[in-house]
């Protein structure tokens, strides 16, 4: 299996391009959900991935409903969020869950996290600080999820294990 990581109307090309890079290189799979603030051809996107895109698997969709409809059990997403009250480092991950990341200007759907609230989750930070950049927060939250998996597909020691 895989992490999922799931980016809500994602504005900044340089971000995605960075977080397609962290998802290759750890195996995650990549969802964007529409509209992209960019066009998937779009230079800096594409730099910022770097020759990794060879490693990326990458699903597009129309609605963050379209998503939640085709693989929400009750309990595979987390929704990451300034708002939250459940630090990310305090929750169980699953091999296939969905790390869920909201535009940068905005975040995620108050609608959303209302409805959720459980399922959410922040990084810590000073309360006089905003947020985290996009790119940066998947990278601490998949990285956090793959340490509480053990790095189950990653090269940590020695040989790469297989999937």
């Known amino acids: ?31 964007m959900v529409r509209p992209l603030g960019f066009e998937v051809s779009d230079k800096h ?16 969709y129309d609605s963050i409903e379209e998503v939640m409809d085709k693989f929400y059990n009750g309990s595979n997403f987390w929704f990451f969020s300034t708002k939250a009250e459940n630090v990310h480092s305090d929750v169980s991950y699953k091999d296939g869950d969905f790390l869920v990341f909201g535009k940068e200007t ?13 399922r959410c989750v922040r990084l810590p930070m000073m309360d006089e600080t905003r947020s985290l950049n996009l790119s940066n927060s998947v990278c601490v939250g998949v990285y956090e999820a793959l340490r509480q998996l053990n790095y189950p597909w990653l090269k940590v020691k020695g040989e790469i294990p297989k999937r």
Request: net charge negative; glycine share 6%; proline share 5%.
């Open 1 to 31: 299996m895989a992490l999922n990581v799931v980016l809500v109307e994602p504005e900044i090309p340089q971000n995605a391009g960075n977080i397609s890079r962290t998802c290759a290189v750890t195996g995650s799979i990549l969802h």
């Open 45 to 60: 996107l594409k730099r910022a991935g770097l020759d990794y895109w060879h490693f990326l698997e990458i699903h597009y």
């Open 106 to 118: 905005k975040g995620l759907p108050e609608s959303l996290l209302e409805k959720y609230y459980s």
